[in-house]
């Protein structure tokens, strides 16, 4: 694994070993989990509420300690929760650059407010937002960043149908620009095959499946391939199609 450290400590992958978390002496949340992310990989999490995702994903973010196993990543990571979490007295490009002082921070704010389609509002105080407005200006706060790992933790799920397809193709173009390595947390096996690279499915704290996606872009629903995907999925998480 020697290797394969020096690369994370680059800011080229993601490695967890072993990795066992425990609440109050309760059973393991997770449980001796391995996962490894390779540079520029889109990886989607799947799984049951309580299966473990979000406690994965706070553990890669830096929120949880590591107790039992182990943990490398890049060091430039940045999140994107379901809540936007915007500072409603700051405007929106403010928010974008929060904690963040250098020279010419504004010029790259209003750029990646570009990128996300909101340079329109980068002045705009972030209560006048809708839900998609304010989930790209959380996106462009990732982004800003240019991390070389970037975690969203169920993105989309407050979002209504429409809004929630047209995000989706955002993070698809965004990812496709900037090649950092992706997590996605999400519910939605359909989301999970249009836009990653690789699926895992969580049960108890463990890894139940781990498919490769190697489906060509753009993706279409009617492609027989989705849908053995889909219904492999489906399978594991214990909703069964026939």
Not at 20 to 33: E, S
Not at 81 to 88: A, K
Not at 128 to 146: D, F, I, K, M
């Amino acid at each position: 694994m020697t290797g394969r450290r020096a690369e994370v400590e680059s800011g080229t992958a993601v490695i967890v070993e072993q990795l066992t978390r425990r609440f109050n002496g309760g059973p393991p949340v997770l449980d001796a989990l391995d996962l490894a992310i390779a540079p520029g990989e889109f990886v989607a999490l799947l799984g049951h509420s309580g299966s473990g995702k979000s406690t994965l994903l706070r553990t890669l973010a830096g929120l949880d300690p590591v107790t039992e196993g182990a943990v490398t990543r890049p060091r430039d990571v940045s999140v994107v929760f379901q809540e936007h979490r915007l500072l409603p007295w700051k405007r929106v490009w403010k928010n974008v650059v929060l904690g963040q002082e250098d020279k010419g921070i504004r010029q790259r704010a209003e750029a990646v407010l570009e990128e996300v389609g909101l340079s329109h509002r980068k002045s705009a105080w972030p209560l006048t937002l809708s839900g998609g407005e304010a989930q790209r200006a959380a996106l462009a706060r990732a982004l800003v960043r240019e991390p070389a790992f970037l975690m969203l933790d169920e993105p989309f799920a407050a979002l209504d149908a429409l809004t929630r397809l047209k995000m989706q193709q955002l993070v698809a173009d965004l990812w496709k620009k900037h090649r950092c390595a992706v997590l996605l947390v999400t519910h939605d096996v359909d989301e999970a095959l249009l836009l990653a690279d690789r699926a895992v499915v969580l049960e108890r704290g463990q890894i139940r499946v781990d498919v490769p996606i190697p489906l060509p872009r753009p993706r279409r629903h009617s492609d027989p391939e989705f849908e053995r995907l889909r219904t492999l999925l489906l399978d594991a998480l214990g909703v069964h199609t026939s």
